[in-house]
Every structure is written in C-alpha cells, then in structure tokens.
C-alpha cells in the first residue's frame, strides 16, 4: 500500500496565527489530493480538494500541492479556536480509495 | 440533500457475535467506500463498490467481513463471529466519481466485549 506520512503533533498555534500542516505521499501517480477536518469522537469532514500543482485558496485555507516534491500542505490563516481539531491529508490511490496519512493534531490557543 | 446516513452510530457487542451496519449514501452518487479507523489513526480502506458491484477489498477485509450494495443504493457491512480487535469506528462515504471527493458519513462506533 503507497504511504501518507503527516506529523502526528501536536501542533500549537496562537489565536489569529497562520497554522501550517504538512504531508508527504509515496505513489507518484496520485492526481487527487484532499484535506479533512476530524473534531474528537466526529467523522472527517471534506474542507480542502485539490488536483493541480501550486495553491487553491477557500476562504481561511490555502492547500499548495507540489507533485514533483510529493508534498502537499494546508494553511489555515487567522486561526480561531473553533480550528482545533485532527486533520487528515488524503491522497488518492488508483483512482479508487483514499489512503489517508495519521492526522496532525491541531489546538490554537486562546 | 441529506448527506451520507449510516445506522446505528454505535453498537456494543458480545465477542462472537454477528453484527451488521448500513450505509445510505448521497443519492446521486455511485460510489461506496467503507473505511475503518481506530483510535489515533486515519482510516483504513476496506471495500468500495461502483453501483452494485464491489470492485475492490482490501487485504485487512478478513473472510469474516462481507459487504453489499444491492441494486445500487444502500449498503450494508456484516462482520461474523465478532473479535475484540474489530473494535473500531466504521465510516462510510460516497463519491460521485472516480477521483473526486469523497464524503463521510457520521460512521457506527463498534465495540466488541
């Protein structure tokens, strides 16, 4: 199975703070690329796809993709408590399923 | 649009015992994914099926596992003889296309005793 490599965290930003969390993925043939929010005991809520190289902006995200590096990264700018949460990077595989890497366990601090 | 539904949220069994889940998915969609996470991890692929045929399972889908998707709409997961270790969130999601995204159902919380 092609692996999805995040660092597990925490990672503790300010309020307000730009929240930066990465992910590298082993199968060079991926062509989708999401983002998931997972709030305790919730499933995975979709808030990020992208297919292309370089940036895809919604709102407070930012999702940079870059297929030659095998690297894709979320930024969430002006972090807000409500934020906290574990995200998880998914690349597709095969155009079939998902593989998901760990998540990156996010808390921004008041 | 009512999102992916799966029934029940939690279900609390006896080892070896049978237990089985359903999923409905958007409506629109055909493509089913069942996916299985445990504390701490990303969730894991088990089977997915385009309309009614089940076009993949996963090497972790022991022979005690078995899903369906009978005429295309809902499905449902079964897990006979139940161990400890099946113990897990099971989630459910639906995609319109090959590729694209894929959403989540609320999943069924298993716990084996």
């Known amino acids: 199975q092609k692996e999805v490599e995040q660092n597990s965290g925490p990672l503790s930003v300010p309020e307000g703070a730009i929240a930066s969390l990465n992910c590298t993925y082993s199968d060079r043939g991926s062509q989708s690329f999401f983002w998931y929010r997972q709030y305790s005991g919730k499933s995975p809520e979709l808030i990020m796809s992208i297919y292309s190289n370089g940036d895809k902006e919604d709102g407070r995200f930012t999702a940079q993709l870059n297929k030659a590096s095998q690297y894709v990264s979320l930024l969430i700018r002006d972090s807000q408590p409500s934020d906290s949460a574990t995200y998880l990077c998914a690349v597709e595989e095969g155009a079939q399923k998902l593989v998901f890497g760990q998540g990156t366990r996010l808390t921004i601090n008041p | 649009d009512t999102g992916v539904s799966q029934d029940p949220r939690h279900k609390i069994t006896k080892r070896g015992q049978n237990v089985t889940f359903r999923c409905d998915p958007i409506?629109?969609?055909?493509?089913l994914y069942w996916y299985r996470q445990t504390l701490g991890q990303g969730p894991e692929f088990l089977t997915y099926?385009?309309?009614?045929?089940?076009?993949?399972k996963s090497r972790l889908l022991s022979d005690r596992f078995s899903a369906e998707r009978p005429k295309g709409s809902f499905s449902t997961l079964e897990i006979q003889r139940t161990e400890q270790g099946d113990s897990a969130m099971y989630l459910c999601?639906?995609?319109?296309?090959?590729?694209?995204?894929?959403?989540f159902g609320a999943g069924t919380r298993l716990s084996v005793l």
């Open positions: 099926f385009q309309n009614e045929a089940q076009l993949e």
């Open positions: 409506s629109e969609h055909n493509r």
């Open positions: 999601a639906s995609s319109l296309a090959a590729g694209g995204p894929q959403y």
